[in-house]
């Protein structure tokens, strides 16, 4: 089973940035072929999709986030990123990390498609 370790949450201001980091151990495949994606979940609501990556590069935003959070990965350090910027308080949640070795289907955002999970990491934007 994969191992994901998220880092980087915190407090934030609201119109800055943080940056989180997720460290894939652990790995039955390369890192490159796995489905990443980046998860959150508000108290009292659903685990929703934030972004992922393809083995291809190409990447998926949820609406919510388009054009201010990047996700990205480093394929020598197994890691993938979260880089968001101009926070806002709604973005408040807890942060997964996802690992699929399967595409279950062409663009993944369902909880559901993802077979590893991260611990979470807290993220906090103040007002």
């Known amino acids: 089973q994969v191992q994901l370790v998220e880092s980087g949450g915190g407090l934030g201001q609201a119109g800055g940035s943080l940056r989180l980091s997720c460290a894939a151990s652990?790995?039955?495949?390369?890192?490159?072929?796995?489905?990443m994606g980046w998860f959150r979940q508000a108290p009292g609501k659903e685990r929703d999709f934030v972004a992922a990556?393809?083995?291809?590069?190409?990447?998926d935003y949820a609406d919510s986030v388009k054009g201010r959070f990047t996700i990205s990965r480093d394929y020598a350090k197994n890691t993938v990123y979260l880089q968001m910027n101009s926070l806002k308080p709604e973005d408040t949640a807890v942060y997964y990390c996802?690992?699929?070795?399967?595409?279950?289907?062409?663009?993944?955002?369902?909880?559901?498609?993802?077979?590893?999970w991260g611990q979470g990491t807290q993220v906090t934007v103040s007002s």
């Open positions: 996802a690992a699929s070795r399967y595409y279950r289907v062409a663009t993944m955002t369902r909880p559901r498609e993802y077979d590893d």
């Open positions: 652990r790995l039955t495949f390369s890192f490159g072929s796995y489905y």
């Open positions: 990556v393809r083995s291809d590069g190409t990447k």
